[in-house]
């Protein structure tokens, strides 16, 4: 199993620019989640997914959007991307059952929005 | 607000020693865990905890649910333990994070 994967691992953007963060998990979990994590603060929830078909808004969803089309696959948007945005972004999974069970992560994507 | 409140926020120790990193929660939890961030930022679970204490080798990791507190030890450190380590207590629906410690093991 490759756990959980993200695409890119790095990339740097113009502001204004758009792009789409991949995240790909072959663990069959239901939920999947998007974190951003910016130096002195913790990890911050974007988005997160309960299952295909739906996505809810985290702590800090403000100028991203997802999508969940397949089970396997859960991608983070910018559409207009700005400094702020600028950060590692993780994507997570967890096993069927209940929210609290252990989450798996990504490896990481640092965006450098200029 | 800060849901989660870790210490001490950074940790040198010399290979040998006994370490302890402490998380302290105010929102009430369905389970509480104990992650890794590796210098290269990789993230990796190391406990899930509901009660009382659970031990993967040289890693102990304990809870007061009552007193809302859960600990992290490790035992005879080496500098392969070198890292960040986050609590996370989860309340069932939501995911919290404390903003880490940082260890550091000098051999």
């Known amino acids: 199993n490759a756990g959980v994967t993200q695409t890119p691992k790095f990339r740097v953007l113009k502001t204004g620019q758009s792009m789409t963060l991949l995240c790909a998990q072959d663990m069959n979990h239901e939920y999947m989640y998007w974190y951003r994590q910016d130096p002195g603060m913790g990890l911050r929830l974007i988005h997160y997914s309960v299952g295909e078909g739906t996505t809810a808004k985290g702590e800090v969803p403000d100028g991203y959007n997802v999508s969940r089309l397949k089970k396997q696959n859960f991608l983070l948007g910018l559409e207009s991307a700005a400094p702020s945005q600028t950060s590692v972004y993780f994507c997570a999974s967890t096993a069927p059952g209940t929210s609290s069970e252990t989450q798996y992560f990504g490896p990481g994507t640092r965006l450098l929005v200029l | 607000k800060n849901e989660v409140e870790q210490s001490p926020q950074n940790l040198t120790a010399q290979e040998g020693e006994f370490i302890t990193i402490n998380c302290s929660y105010s929102v009430g939890i369905s389970a509480l865990h104990w992650l890794q961030q590796h210098p290269g930022g990789g993230i990796v679970s190391l406990f899930m905890l509901s009660s009382g204490k659970k031990k993967h080798g040289r890693l102990i990791a304990t809870i007061n649910i009552q007193e809302k507190h859960s600990s992290l030890h490790i035992t005879a450190s080496h500098p392969r333990d070198s890292a960040v380590y986050i609590c996370?207590?989860?309340?069932?629906?939501?995911?919290?994070f404390g903003t880490g410690t940082s260890l550091t093991v000098i051999p």
């Open positions: 996370a207590p989860n309340t069932g629906n939501q995911f919290y």
